[in-house]
């Protein structure tokens, strides 16, 4: 049987660290055609090197100019999109003030980053993504959670409140566009052993703490039921 | 006709003109478009998206200012961008008509041009001054890089404000191979698809790299349309079978959707789905093979758009129609109201 990622398009935001960088090693080596979007050139290039096949784009979801051109080169470089992970994040200063202590403009930039830039990416390929759902191909949108979106932690109520207006707006997304076959996932990988956990929790043990690889595969084979799902209505 | 000169793709004022199989015509609000469908219909429009094809830069032989509008391609392989057909215009931008720029230097094989970040080599000449086959410095990703950063779209004097990507990309853009907007797209938002879905007709697409619509040069717009690469997928084609036996209609969305569909028509009217390139024109001679009715922008006589449309509509009818368009104020160009022919 031929893996379902096999010549699959698929983007993802935030590609060169973390569960970023592990979608993109396990994409590849499942012979998916990938994009990867990072902010650092350098990180962007490392990977691409790393990763023979990728496309490495450079751009910054957060910002409203950066949107189109990092769509452009995602539905170039590809000829189209099948599958989109959001799933570049910003946890916000660390460490992790309590909400009335945050200042405006930090909560407005998380907002930009964890919902708008979604939000912006999401729709400027929306057309590429019902595209591929039309022929058959299934279209999934998946876009990274947390516990957090759920759960009242506190000093994490930018993150927190910002990954709840994701996860919300996914549900809705997945709804409206239903009856076209795109299917949008909102997955918490867990406590994962990154960058982004040792910011917000530096005395963590990372050996309590899951393998980006391993919540990678888990969120690999949840698009791959999504896939086979939408691909079945749509026919 | 007036230009719509505003960037709004669905303005809550557009009209629509529809020219039913009996001649008649109806004036009604766009968003009434849905109306007239019936089951079984089938809707196709171009899933384009539209390239940033408009390039500043510099003609490094003479130190010249020149803006460069990618106008052709073989493909639509993603891959296969180191070479485009373009047109070179002199220094000035969309303020000033494309009638009235000034000429680009004189382009010889082998100029160099520096296009911000990209880097491109004059081919040849293609039976014009201004019209040039380029070559990119560069690999696919370097030069989609450079195209998202440095390109901007194709920008028209009758508009007031300079023209973005989001302003041009219809919501159902997907891949990026069409040189000005597929326009007669603008009416399709998210809402319309899933009312044509009420209306138990089907949506379908097609990928067509929908070129220059005007050059200002006379001798240049009697080239138009150039060759233009399509893709047609194998789901459209079945649905276009199942239309056919069904009873319904095809109806195209735009002019390029006519001609990517006519030209992967064999004679008896069957479709081959796959890639294909769109050559020479349709006109009042054209038999249509495939598609039964049109829904697009006004087109002013003389345009090789209007010349389309007279594949739909004996003279006597369009010319009509025209009259009826002026008379009730319809707005022509990219932003402007729409016509739907039965």
Known sequence: MTDPFSGL??????????????????????????????????KVEQVARENPGAHGIVGDVSVKDDIYPIAIQITGELGGLDVLINNASDLGPTPLPMLSDTECEDLEHVFAT????????????????AASAREGRGAVVLNVSSD???NAYPGWGSYGSSKAALHHMSRIWNEEHAAEGVRFLSLDPGDMDTPMHAAA?????????????????EFLEAIAVGMMVESHVSR | MLAANSAVQRPTDAKLLVVDSQ????????????????????????????????????????????????????????????????????EGDYHLRTEDRPQPPTLQPGDALVLGPLHATVEAQLGHPRLVSLLFDGAPDQIWAGLASHGKPIQYSHMQTSLELWDVWTRIAGPPVAFEPPSASFILDWRVLSDIREQQATFATITHAAGISSTGDEDLDHLLPFDEPYHIPAVTV???????????????VGTTVVR?????????????????VAKGKIGPATRLRVVDAILSGTHEPGTSHYELLRAFLEDSALERATSELIAHDYKTHEFGDSVLIL
Do not use: W, Y
Not at chain 1, 204 to 216: F, H, I, V, Y
Not at chain 2, 34 to 48: G, T, Y
């Open chain 1, 148 to 150: 957090a979106a759920v």
């Open chain 1, 114 to 129: 964890n919902v708008f830039g979604p939000f912006r990416l999401t729709k400027a390929l929306m057309g590429a993504l």
């Open chain 1, 201 to 217: 929790i530096p005395d963590a043990d990372p050996a309590t703490l899951k393998r980006p690889e391993q919540s990678a595969h």
């Open chain 2, 23 to 90: 001649r008649n015509l109806i004036h009604v609000p766009r968003t009434a478009f849905v109306e007239f469908l019936r089951p079984n219909d089938l809707v196709i429009a171009n899933d384009a998206a539209t390239l940033p094809a408009s390039l500043d830069g510099v003609h490094q032989q003479t130190g010249k200012t020149i803006e460069v509008r990618l106008a052709g391609r073989r493909s639509l392989n993603p891959m296969d961008v180191k070479s485009f057909s373009a047109i070179v215009f002199g």
């Open chain 2, 238 to 252: 079945q649905a276009v079978e199942l239309t056919r036996r069904r009873g319904g209609r095809v109806i195209a």
């Open chain 2, 260 to 276: 990517a569909l006519e030209a992967a028509a064999t004679d008896d009217g069957h479709l081959h789905p796959g890639d294909g």
């Open chain 1, 9 to 42: 398009r698929v983007a993802i935001t935030g590609g060169t660290s973390g569960l970023g960088l592990a979608l993109v090693r396990e994409l590849i080596s499942r012979g998916a055609r990938v994009a990867f979007v990072a902010r650092t050139r350098e």
